[in-house]
């Protein structure tokens, strides 16, 4: 028998503490590309960006997760060539 759970709501710290890593330096390419959206977060001291975090709504949260993945993925697609 299958069971369905509910779908768990988004989780803004979950978010948060992912986006934190990110605003560290790229995952694919390292370092702080000037094309990321994060670029001039990177530039910020370590205490005004975990500020910058902290201070995001779900939805601007979630903004930024989308645009990383769709960049994760193009860069992966870009690689593999």
């Not at 709501?9 to 978010?15: A, C, H």
């Not at 005004?48 to 994760?72: M, N, P, S, Y």
Request: a positive charge; proline letters at 6%.
């Amino acid at each position: 028998m299958l069971i369905c759970r509910p779908r768990k709501k988004p989780d803004v710290y979950e978010f948060r503490q992912s986006i934190l890593n990110l605003v560290l330096s790229c995952p694919v390419e390292g370092g702080n590309p000037p094309d990321c959206q994060l670029c001039e977060y990177r530039n910020l001291d370590l205490r005004t960006r975990f500020e910058w975090v902290q201070g995001l709504t779900l939805d601007e949260a979630q903004g930024i997760w989308a645009t990383h993945e769709k960049c994760l993925m193009l860069k992966k697609c870009q690689k593999s060539r």
